[in-house]
Structure formats: C-alpha cells, structure tokens
C-alpha cells in the first residue's frame, strides 16, 4: 500500500480551506440578506399601517375616521373632514401610536400635538377638504413605532 | 460542448438563489410605495371634483404641494405638464369634472 505520509496533503488542505471559505461567504451573506429582509419587513409593517390608518381617517366617519356624513345623502364623503374631530384624535394600537396631526392650510399651518412617546415615525400626506371653511389642506399624520 | 461539473453547477444555483433573495428585498422596501402615491393622486382628483369651481393655476399648484420633489406630470385637456423630468416607475390616475379632462401620473 502507498503511504502518502501527511493525512492532510497539501491539496487536500487547499480545498479545505477553499469550502471553508466558502461557507464562511455564504453564512455572511445569508445572514446580511437575512438582516436587510427583517428591517424592510419591520419598516413596510410601519409604512402599511401608517398608509391604511391614514386612508382610514379620511375615508371613514366612525371610530378612527375623521371623514364628514352627510346625513341627507345617508353617506360618507370621502376626504371631506371635520377639522373638530381632529382636535380630539388619538390612536394607540400596540406598539403604533399617532405622535402629531399638521394640516397645512394655505396661509395657516397648523400642528396638533397628540403624543409625547419617542419613536421611529413616518410621516404619511393626504389631501382633504376642510368641511368647515371648504378650504384645501395637506393632512400630515406622524405616524410612530415604539 | 459545454460541460458544467457537479461542483459548477452548485456554485452557480448559489450565486443565482442569492441574486433572488437580494431582489426579494429590494422588492419588499418598494412595497407600498405605490399604493400611496395612487392614494394620494385619488385624494387630489376627489377633493377637486367636491369644488364647485376651480381653475387650471389651481389645479397645477395643488399637484405640486402634494408632490414636492417628485418626478411628475400632470395633463389638463390634452396639455401637459411635467415637473423635475420624468423617470422611474409611473403611477397614474386620471378623472372627468367640471370640464376637465385630468391625468396625472407620479413617478417613484
């Protein structure tokens, strides 16, 4: 029988070495892929409900909605709002919160404080019709995650 | 004849699985950007539809406080308007009032 000597030849130890670099590569990039999915997953979960509460409130006259019902026409109109039911706004829903309203009125902005909780915020823009002075406004709805 | 060894063709379905989970993610931070932008557009198309008069200068300056640094045009009776060029993916909206004939198209 040949006896090669070393158990570990030279060649047998290049390639050793060239798959253990290998799977070190791929541990790292799957881990880094896996690490990028995660932030984008926990950053479109606030983008989503941030955009749906939002098209909440201005589609809607009940619970979260700040939308005007038109009681002769029996019906919501969409993205005409009550600025009074601003004022009075809250929502806190796990760990989702509202931090601040801004209406910005042609002329006179206005900024309705809700919450003083820090937080990763977005900041989602809708374009309403305020009921009271049939005025246009940009709604600003800050939107949090503890 | 090409001829791909059993060590080349793993190192190949390798590379190509992590190309797709990198697209995967890119796909997943576009989500619903989208969705928002179409919102958005709806938003000024109704508001502009519950006026009972509204002019062209009126119509083009609420497209552009809405949609501040974005890529976008907006087309009033067959005119066209673009601001800050066009480019990236179009979003479009379009709607009939008052005499008007409105597309708007944003790009993200």
Known sequence: MRNNG???SMDLMLA?????????FILYFSSHSVNES?????ESSLEKQGIY???LMVKTSQGNGVAFFDEEKKRVEENLVLEEKLEGFGFKKG???VKSIRL??????????LSDEEGNCIFIKRFVLLKESMQKAVLGVEFCEK | MLYYSLEALIALLLVVSLVLMQQQSSFDKKGFSSIYLFQQENDLLKVWGLLESIDEKELV??????????NKSISINGRAFSFEGVGGKPVKSNASFNGFEIELIVYH
């Open chain 1, 38 to 42: 995660m932030n984008a997953f926990n």
């Open chain 2, 61 to 70: 300056n609420d497209f552009n406080k809405m949609f501040a640094e974005r």
């Open chain 1, 104 to 113: 910005m009125k042609e002329n006179s902005p206005k900024e309705i404080a």
């Open chain 1, 53 to 55: 509460l939002a098209d």
């Open chain 1, 16 to 24: 050793g070495m060239i798959a253990f670099a290998g799977i070190l």
């Open chain 1, 95 to 97: 760990k989702y919160f």
């Open chain 1, 6 to 8: 070393f158990v570990f």
